[in-house]
């Protein structure tokens, strides 16, 4: 009788810590920047509103609606990024908060996404890793699939989340925010882009 020989995994637990101030620290940025860009949309239409009234018959008006126009993106930003808030907040409190952040196998990857009911699992063919980059002054990771990769690609469970698809796939007129925190994980950068070199035949990594 074989025995069974275990199967090798590599696993990035998270700073519950750092993650809970994180998440204090991203929401009140997004409320403040929400806030502002509301401030400026309002001042842009308004002026235009008040051209408008005050130079009637001057030929000012084509002037004036391409102003509106272009403050309407900014009100939009500010309704998505309070709605986002508000939604993130009820996605933290009917979820736990994942004592891992990643686990590596021979097969893929499988991620725990702050908010989601279930993990990503993601064969190594649809992953094209991380990206490090800098959001709020904080590093973050933000992952890279390869392209034309959804939620209904074969092998691929967990994208059709709503709180993995504001992460993963945010809306254009939102700053992305980044899938993890690197503070908050405990392995550093280097090896967690070794490792992902390592399952994945070189197929994925971290990018800077």
Not at 68 to 95: C, G, H, K
């Amino acid at each position: 009788m074989s025995e069974r020989v275990p199967v090798q995994t590599f696993v990035v637990g998270v700073d519950r810590a750092a993650v809970l101030a994180r998440r204090d620290h991203v929401r009140r940025l997004q409320r403040r920047g929400a806030w502002v860009t509301l401030g400026i949309g309002a001042v842009g239409i308004l002026a235009a509103l008040f051209a408008l009234i005050v130079f009637r018959g001057a030929g000012l008006w084509p002037f004036a609606v391409l102003l509106i126009l272009s403050m309407l993106p900014l009100v939009a930003s500010t309704v998505l990024a309070l709605r986002l808030n508000a939604e993130r907040q009820r996605w933290y409190a009917a979820s736990e908060l994942p004592p891992v952040a990643m686990r590596m196998s021979p097969k893929g990857l499988e991620l725990a996404c702050e908010g989601a009911k279930y993990p990503v699992i993601l064969p190594w063919p649809t992953v094209r890793g991380f990206k490090q980059e800098k959001v709020f002054g904080q590093f973050v990771l933000d992952l890279r699939l390869a392209p034309g990769i959804g939620a209904t690609t074969a092998g691929v469970r967990g994208l059709d989340q709503a709180a993995v698809r504001a992460v993963v796939k945010p809306s254009p007129l939102l700053k992305p925010t980044g899938l993890y925190l690197v503070s908050a994980l405990d392995q550093p950068v280097h090896v967690i882009d070794q490792a992902l070199k390592h399952f994945s035949d070189g197929q994925a990594g971290i990018s800077r």
